[in-house]
């Protein structure tokens, strides 16, 4: 499962150049620039997007997130304890947890993203529960080419496409903004 995972976020992460405002984006961490404020979140509740059209659930768990660093979208507020914040249930019910975080966009008007850090290490579970307590995945023995992909991508942010719920975007800007 490691290998396909590998390949479908470095997908995920190489398509999203070319797509559409609003769609996935990657970002080359060493494009991001330092924070001007040196900004901690103590997230207390789990923030979560549920995407009913799409069988779907995006989130990020309680616990403490860092300014990881900016660009022209946004900061990028980096989960560091628990550091897998980042979750996603999958069409087929499957619950999937990855290093990541929160982007903030500089536009007010913009509406906040989740996104993930694009690594080998995933947890998975039939539950949340059983997700968090699972031990991360080691990326298992790869073709050369799922290797040399992998090997390219690691490290990149993937920032997942613009929530639609106007409660979930106004608790995150509130827990976010100002730090």
């Not at 031990?135 to 040399?148: I, N, S």
């Amino acid at each position: 499962m490691p290998s396909f995972l590998a390949a479908l976020l470095f997908a995920l992460a190489t398509g999203a150049q070319a797509a559409p405002p609003g769609e996935f984006a990657g970002v080359n961490p060493k494009d991001l620039q330092p924070s001007p404020e040196a900004g901690t979140v103590d997230l207390v509740e789990r923030l979560v997007w549920t995407r009913s059209a799409r069988n779907t659930e995006l989130g990020v768990l309680p616990g403490k997130y860092t300014a990881h660093g900016q660009d022209a979208q946004g900061r990028y507020f980096l989960a560091t304890s628990p550091t897998f914040a980042f979750y996603m249930r999958s069409v087929r019910g499957q619950y999937l947890l990855a290093r990541g975080g929160v982007l903030l966009p500089h536009v007010p008007s913009a509406r906040a993203r989740f996104f993930f850090v694009q690594d080998d290490r995933v947890k998975a579970g039939k539950t949340l529960e059983e997700a968090m307590a699972h031990t991360p995945d080691e990326p298992a023995a790869v073709p050369l080419l799922d290797a040399l992909l992998n090997w390219a991508s690691q490290g990149h942010l993937v920032a997942l496409a613009e929530n639609d719920d106007d409660a979930l975007n106004e608790r995150l800007r509130a827990a976010f903004a100002a730090r």
